[in-house]
């Protein structure tokens, strides 16, 4: 990896390097966060336990460290997601991402999905909270009434899949979650973002933020097609 | 074997991001007419599966940092606690997978035992160790060191992961009757159960019961 290069681009800083599968190691994760600094990506998402690991190479830099709670099938207690983001923050995430009910939301309870947005904006007071659904599973009703509570909770960022499923989030999907939740609540794209074609494409289409495993390809097409215009 | 013997011997339940509350009733009125050995379910349908399960003889287990086993002690060990508080039967919990395989088994016994302290006896402790991303050694060391923990049975995956006899032949040979071995992982057919039984599992985990018990005769 070479040093010096300049810091990045806005494209660059609307990334998330997310590394949330099992069995990353200690090494993978000092890997990602040496690659954050090097491509100047605006954040990182772990599992909370190699928050603590990660917070030690990006202390004090710009760079958002979120942690994944409730992941990836956010079917865990309200008390228990509150506890793991608590726990999170603790091990040094600046962060948080949780995935909301959606066995809930399908089983019609929209009341906890509520409370618990609730209990977890209380949680993370003053820092940046975004809430995942998975939009290719929701009804649209189902999806926009989790857009809609984040704009009265003051959630920062719905996010539109949790990346565990083979759900490619669209352009269709960003505009219609975007209109749903307004202008004080980012969209955070994620799911089978790995070029920069889609990528522009998601953030034409109002996306605030993209999640992806595949941020170095798109960091890497990004600096060729800047290479060929300085060439 | 006759189905009622092979059914005594799985452990089925139903867990994921769609389920929902009309799942988990259907599922469990269903498995209750079989004499299966335990039931799984995800955290925020313990409660729900505690009160369906009440009469049928089918333990309840309780997925703890399921399935990525990416939550840290704190959060297992509160999700433990909430396990007890509601009296599950057993705990499946997925290991710290990252310190597995960055070859830190020290983080992983230390994780162990505090799981097993928590536990105090009240619960079974069973753990994901998801034979499906580790190497052979990975497995023998990580079976070695859980013994030493005080843990005595593992599910072998927990996230994806097709169950091999292999696998199960390899715990055996190195640790003969020490640790139960919870086979789980892909397992839908009568044939890949009984390959798995006869490679020395104790019990079988599947989601999908009923096609396993298909070929057996009533």
């Given at each position: 990896?070479?040093?010096?290069?300049?810091?990045?681009?806005?494209?660059?800083?609307?990334?998330?390097?997310?590394?949330?599968?099992?069995?990353?190691?200690?090494?993978?994760?000092?890997?990602?966060?040496?690659?954050?600094?090097?491509?100047?990506?605006?954040?990182?998402?772990?599992?909370?336990?190699?928050c603590e690991r990660a917070a030690g190479y990006v202390a004090g830099l710009d760079i958002r460290l979120v942690a994944a709670v409730g992941f990836p099938n956010g079917a865990f207690t309200t008390d228990g997601k509150v506890f793991e983001a608590r726990d999170a923050i603790a091990h040094g995430a600046t962060a948080i991402e949780y995935v909301v009910g959606v066995g809930a939301l399908l089983s019609g309870n929209r009341d906890l999905v509520a409370r618990e947005m609730a209990a977890m904006r209380a949680a993370t007071d003053g820092r940046v909270l975004r809430a995942t659904l998975e939009a290719s599973v929701l009804p649209d009703e189902e999806a926009r009434f989790v857009c809609q509570l984040a704009a009265e909770a003051g959630?920062?960022?719905?996010?539109?899949?949790?990346?565990?499923?083979?759900?490619?989030?669209?352009?269709?999907?960003?505009?219609?979650?975007?209109?749903?939740?307004?202008?004080?609540?980012?969209?955070?794209?994620?799911?089978?973002?790995?070029?920069?074609?889609?990528?522009?494409?998601?953030?034409?289409?109002?996306?605030?933020l993209l999640r992806t495993s595949a941020a170095v390809a798109i960091a890497e097409e990004l600096a060729g097609e800047r290479g060929g215009e300085d060439a | 074997m006759k189905r009622d013997e092979m059914a005594r011997l799985i452990k089925t339940g139903i867990l994921g991001l769609e389920v929902t509350e009309d799942d988990v009733r259907r599922d469990i009125a269903k498995a209750s007419g079989y004499p299966f050995s335990a039931y799984a379910v995800d955290l925020s349908y313990l409660e729900l599966a505690k009160e369906l399960l009440d009469g049928t003889g089918m333990l309840l287990t309780a997925a703890v940092s399921y399935p990525l086993g990416g939550m840290t002690l704190e959060t297992k060990l509160d999700q433990i606690r909430f396990a007890l508080?509601?009296?599950?039967?057993?705990?499946?919990?997925?290991?710290?997978?990252?310190?597995?395989?960055?070859?830190?088994y020290e983080t992983l016994r230390y994780e162990s035992r505090?799981?097993?302290?928590?536990?105090?006896?009240?619960?079974?402790?069973?753990?994901?160790?998801?034979?499906?991303?580790?190497?052979?050694?990975?497995?023998?060391?990580?079976?070695?060191?859980?013994?030493?923990?005080g843990v005595r049975a593992i599910k072998t995956d927990g996230h994806g992961g097709v169950c091999q006899p292999e696998d199960i032949l390899l715990v055996r040979r190195v640790f003969g009757r020490e640790i139960s071995i919870e086979a789980s992982g892909g397992i839908r057919t009568t044939r890949h159960a009984l390959d798995l039984l006869d490679a020395g599992a104790d019990f079988i985990h599947t989601s999908t019961a009923y096609p396993v018990l298909a070929d057996i005769p009533g």
């Amino acid at each position: 990896m070479s040093v010096g290069k300049p810091a990045g681009s806005d494209l660059a800083r609307a990334i998330d390097y997310a590394l949330i599968r099992p069995g990353a190691t200690y090494a993978d994760v000092r890997r990602i966060c040496l690659e954050v600094r090097h491509y100047g990506f605006g954040g990182i998402v772990f599992l909370p336990v190699h928050c603590e690991r990660a917070a030690g190479y990006v202390a004090g830099l710009d760079i958002r460290l979120v942690a994944a709670v409730g992941f990836p099938n956010g079917a865990f207690t309200t008390d228990g997601k509150v506890f793991e983001a608590r726990d999170a923050i603790a091990h040094g995430a600046t962060a948080i991402e949780y995935v909301v009910g959606v066995g809930a939301l399908l089983s019609g309870n929209r009341d906890l999905v509520a409370r618990e947005m609730a209990a977890m904006r209380a949680a993370t007071d003053g820092r940046v909270l975004r809430a995942t659904l998975e939009a290719s599973v929701l009804p649209d009703e189902e999806a926009r009434f989790v857009c809609q509570l984040a704009a009265e909770a003051g959630v920062d960022f719905v996010v539109t899949s949790t990346g565990f499923t083979d759900a490619e989030t669209t352009d269709e999907d960003v505009r219609r979650l975007s209109g749903a939740a307004g202008p004080g609540v980012g969209i955070c794209a994620t799911g089978g973002i790995r070029t920069l074609e889609v990528a522009r494409g998601l953030l034409g289409a109002g996306a605030r933020l993209l999640r992806t495993s595949a941020a170095v390809a798109i960091a890497e097409e990004l600096a060729g097609e800047r290479g060929g215009e300085d060439a | 074997m006759k189905r009622d013997e092979m059914a005594r011997l799985i452990k089925t339940g139903i867990l994921g991001l769609e389920v929902t509350e009309d799942d988990v009733r259907r599922d469990i009125a269903k498995a209750s007419g079989y004499p299966f050995s335990a039931y799984a379910v995800d955290l925020s349908y313990l409660e729900l599966a505690k009160e369906l399960l009440d009469g049928t003889g089918m333990l309840l287990t309780a997925a703890v940092s399921y399935p990525l086993g990416g939550m840290t002690l704190e959060t297992k060990l509160d999700q433990i606690r909430f396990a007890l508080q509601v009296r599950a039967e057993e705990i499946n919990a997925t290991l710290n997978l990252g310190a597995i395989k960055s070859g830190d088994y020290e983080t992983l016994r230390y994780e162990s035992r505090a799981m097993v302290a928590v536990a105090d006896g009240a619960i079974d402790v069973i753990v994901i160790p998801q034979f499906e991303i580790l190497t052979t050694a990975e497995k023998v060391r990580t079976c070695e060191t859980l013994l030493d923990a005080g843990v005595r049975a593992i599910k072998t995956d927990g996230h994806g992961g097709v169950c091999q006899p292999e696998d199960i032949l390899l715990v055996r040979r190195v640790f003969g009757r020490e640790i139960s071995i919870e086979a789980s992982g892909g397992i839908r057919t009568t044939r890949h159960a009984l390959d798995l039984l006869d490679a020395g599992a104790d019990f079988i985990h599947t989601s999908t019961a009923y096609p396993v018990l298909a070929d057996i005769p009533g």
